[in-house]
């Protein structure tokens, strides 16, 4: 199955599964509000194990991967700033990007999650969608910087763009 983007893109449409149920799987969904799930059968769908997770810490400022419960990668990042905080919760990739711009404000690539923003409905055209990007200012990384999205260096941004599939878990939380 597949989802157009905003762009025209075609993507695979992907879900995180939270429960199984008897024929039936427990979904979230990439909608607001953050965090919303519905039901689907399992028969209609292509399930797929992911052995990657991605755990953002937001009072440390850090973004780690790991394969299994090992971690293979460990990145500084800039976060949601007071008045415009990253939501904390349990999320997932559900797309990535390219930039126009591959030195801009967004890096290389750009992982768009099912999170959305708290505070804004839309923002630089979009929809307020969190994501996890590159920076083009990364002096900014270890601090609280961005508008809700999560910013890491160019180099491991294009690390994981080569490595993590759609549909991989993002774990975000405080301390």
């Known amino acids: 199955m597949h989802a157009l983007t905003a762009g025209g893109h075609s993507l695979p449409l992907v879900m995180l599964v939270r429960h199984r149920r008897r024929g039936w799987l427990q979904i979230q969904l990439p909608v607001r509000p953050n965090l919303a799930t519905g039901w689907i059968r399992d028969r209609d769908v292509a399930l797929q194990l992911d052995p990657y997770q991605v755990r953002v810490n937001l009072t440390a400022h850090t973004v780690e991967v790991l394969r299994g419960t090992r971690v293979i990668r460990r990145a500084k990042a800039g976060v949601g700033r007071s008045l415009s905080p990253t939501p904390d919760g349990r999320y997932f990739i559900v797309d990535l990007l390219r930039p126009p711009i591959r030195n801009g404000l967004y890096g290389p690539y750009a992982f768009g999650l099912s999170a959305y923003s708290t505070v804004y409905t839309s923002f630089a055209g979009g929809d307020g969608q969190v994501g996890l990007h590159g920076t083009n200012e ?31 878990p993002v774990t975000i939380q405080r301390g």
């Open 138 to 168: 990364p002096a900014g990384l270890g601090t609280n910087v961005s508008h809700g999205c999560i910013r890491i260096a160019n180099r491991d941004i294009e690390a994981l763009a080569h490595l993590l599939p759609l549909g991989t």
